[in-house]
């Protein structure tokens, strides 16, 4: 603090404002919050986009609209069901034996038709195909960027990390044999073993 006073006071009196947990490593928690990382969430939503996350932006985004509005008409034939106050076939043989009981009370405001109205009030607009964008007469070409392509094939699967189980860490290795030599390793092609006799290889066999 000294040396920075030396320097400038106007930073000395900067840091004197502001917290010391802030900008001094001594007072920074113990608790550490970068050796472990979650991406259950990146993972969840690779797995719902699918190969669409492959292609260009437009139709990666117009793939992922028409998984919403699938996800929100299926909600919406659900809540259908719920909205008209009906409930499942077996809460209504179970109600039915009841006598004096009011429906209603089995039926959660959140089914209510108010509450559905509210919860469907807003709509995904669809995005415009290609043949309704505007043209634009541009004064000069975009051309695409100088890249070149790296060799071999592109990776989709993510790094796991070393500690992560996998299925086939899982299973166990079939070990091969050599049938030229019967040691284990390599194949008889590969093999530069002395052949062994018929003896030998039925005494091998036979242990």
């Known amino acids: 603090m000294r040396q920075i006073e030396v320097v400038s006071k106007e930073a000395l009196n900067y840091l004197l404002a502001e917290k010391d947990h802030c900008w001094s490593r001594a007072m920074f928690g113990e608790t550490a919050r970068c050796h472990y990382l979650t991406n259950n969430m990146s993972e969840s939503f690779n797995a719902f986009v699918g190969d669409a996350r492959f292609k260009p932006i437009i139709y990666c985004i117009d793939a992922i609209r028409q998984k919403l509005m699938k996800i929100m008409h299926n909600k919406r034939i659900k809540a259908q069901q719920q909205v008209t106050g009906i409930p499942?076939?077996?809460?209504?043989?179970?109600?039915?034996?009841?006598?004096?009981?009011?429906?209603?009370?089995?039926?959660?405001?959140?089914?209510?038709?108010?509450?559905?109205?509210?919860?469907?009030?807003?709509?995904?607009?669809?995005?415009?195909?290609?043949?309704?964008?505007?043209?634009?007469?541009?004064?000069?070409?975009?051309?695409?960027?100088?890249?070149?392509?790296?060799?071999?094939?592109?990776?989709?699967?993510?790094?796991?990390?070393?500690?992560?189980?996998?299925?086939?860490?899982?299973?166990?290795?079939?070990?091969?044999?050599?049938?030229?030599?019967?040691?284990?390793?390599?194949?008889?092609?590969?093999?530069?073993?002395?052949?062994?006799?018929?003896e030998e290889q039925s005494t091998e066999s036979s242990r």
């Open 88 to 198: 499942c076939k077996h809460a209504a043989a179970v109600l039915s034996s009841i006598r004096g009981v009011k429906w209603e009370n089995f039926v959660d405001i959140c089914y209510t038709v108010d509450r559905y109205k509210t919860a469907y009030a807003s709509e995904i607009s669809p995005l415009p195909d290609k043949s309704m964008w505007e043209a634009v007469d541009l004064t000069y070409i975009v051309l695409p960027p100088k890249c070149t392509r790296p060799p071999g094939r592109p990776k989709k699967k993510r790094i796991r990390p070393f500690d992560e189980e996998t299925s086939s860490s899982t299973t166990v290795k079939k070990v091969h044999r050599c049938r030229r030599c019967l040691q284990v390793g390599h194949h008889q092609k590969t093999c530069k073993n002395p052949i062994r006799t018929s």
